[in-house]
Every structure is written in structure tokens, then in C-alpha cells.
């Protein structure tokens, strides 16, 4: 029977300034151990284990980002921390063993993960800044645990499945662990867009034109008269629409914040 532990007490992370206890790549490992049924096939039972397996090593790496690093300003939640850090760790297997005892089969997983508590921490501060992102990988990840405890279910009803039933309950559960590889896949994408964007904006230079901006960097996630928003990163336009102060990486508020902030400046100006 497969058990998950689930921690109950509340924890806040807080994103911004930050020291790495451990500054150095710590390679986290994970095994599961899926008893095949009868209606089980050796691939079938491959994805399901490596399902299980990366689950395990998820949380732990979640776990092991949330003891290691102390950081302040932006406010994170566990399960905030435990999906941004799916999205942006890479889960690699290690090895699997199919095995008999009497007449069950099994087939066991190891899977690895390394973390760069650096890197890892850089990469979730920009997904805390960035709310369009924030909501896709938030959405993505709802959808993976629902389709996650669909599997389950099937499993279970597969081991006591007849036969020709069982065909159907099999091609409901493949199509279930292809949209999870699927969505994840999707995340990864998010992750990269997003870091590419954070790339384009070193071309962008004073005197720009916004249509210019655009083309470089995308779709601004707020903007008015005079300031493009890009998660935390503020491009500042001039009465003719050129750009004329750039201001990369802004701490200490997050998005919506920054953005109250920025408009009220704006009307401050107005009425002068």
C-alpha cells in the first residue's frame, strides 16, 4: 500500500534577500516499489513507479529548499514553494529492478534530483514576481495532482479488474500519466519563456521606442502612459514614449504592490 506523510503545520517562506546555509549542489535520491497486478504490463508498470518515485523526491527537495535557505520580503506558501520547485528541478532515474516473489511481480524505481540552492532560489524568486507564471504553474500543478490521484485510483481498480474491463481502465490511466508528462513539459516551457524574456530585456536601451520594447521583450504584465512592467523589472517611458530610465531586479515589494506604487506616483504627478 502506497503512504504519503503529510506535514500539517503551517509554513511561510519569504523571498527576496537571501543566505544559502549550504551553498553547494546537494543530489537528493528517492525510491518506490509498485506491485504489478495481473493487468499490469512492464512499461505500465514503469511509468507508474517513476510516477511515485519523482513524487518522493519532489517533496523532499522541497523540503530540503525550505531548510536551507533563509530569505525575507516575499511571502511564499509550503505548497507554493513545493510547486515552484517541481517546475524548476529536473528529475532524472537512476535505475529500476523488476523482480518475482512467488507469483508477484514488482518493479523498483530510483530517481535523483540535484539542487543548486543558488540557482533554485533565483529561479523561484523570478516565478514569485511574476503572477502570470505564478497562476499557470499554480493551475498546472492542481491539474497534476488531480490526474496523480486518478492514477491511483485506476491502479486499484485495475488489480481487480477482469480482463476485458481491464483494457479500458488501461487506456484511461495511459491517457492520464501522458497529460501529467504533458503539463510538465508545459511548466518547463513557462519556466524557460519566462527566463528568456529576463534575457531580452539586457537589449532594451534608452531612447526605445515602446513598439520597439515590445518586439524584444513581449507583452508587458502591466503598463500605462509611461512605465512597462515586467515582473520586476520596470521600464520607464518619457512624455514622447521613448524610453528614458530602466530600473532591473526592484526588491522589496511584491508585483501587485509595486505596481499600487507605481500609480500612485503616476497621480501624485498628475495633480501637481
Known sequence: MIRHVAVLSPIVVFLGTFTPVMAQVQLLTASHTYIMGDNDSRNDARH????????????RAGTYIQANVVVKDFQLSERQIQSYSAA????QTTGEVFSSQGSSNSVTCNVSASVDIADVRQRIAAIAQDRSIQDRINNQQDRIQELEGQVR??????????????????KERNVAIGSI???????IAAIQRMELKEQNLKFIVIGM????????????DKENAYVFLYGRDKINFDVYGTV???????GGMNFEARWKAIEESLEKKSKR
Open 48 to 59: 507508474v513507479c517513476f510516477l511515485e518515485a519523482k513524487k518522493k523526491v519532489l517533496e
Open 88 to 91: 524548476v528541478l529536473s528529475v
Open 153 to 170: 485510483q485506476l491502479n486499484h481498480q485495475l488489480k481487480l479488474a477482469q480482463p476485458l474491463a481491464a483494457v479500458d481502465l488501461r
Open 181 to 187: 508528462a504533458e503539463l510538465e513539459s508545459l511548466k
Open 209 to 220: 521606442t515602446k513598439e520597439e520594447v515590445r518586439k524584444i521583450a513581449g507583452t508587458p
Open 244 to 250: 528614458d530610465r530602466l530600473d532591473f531586479h526592484l
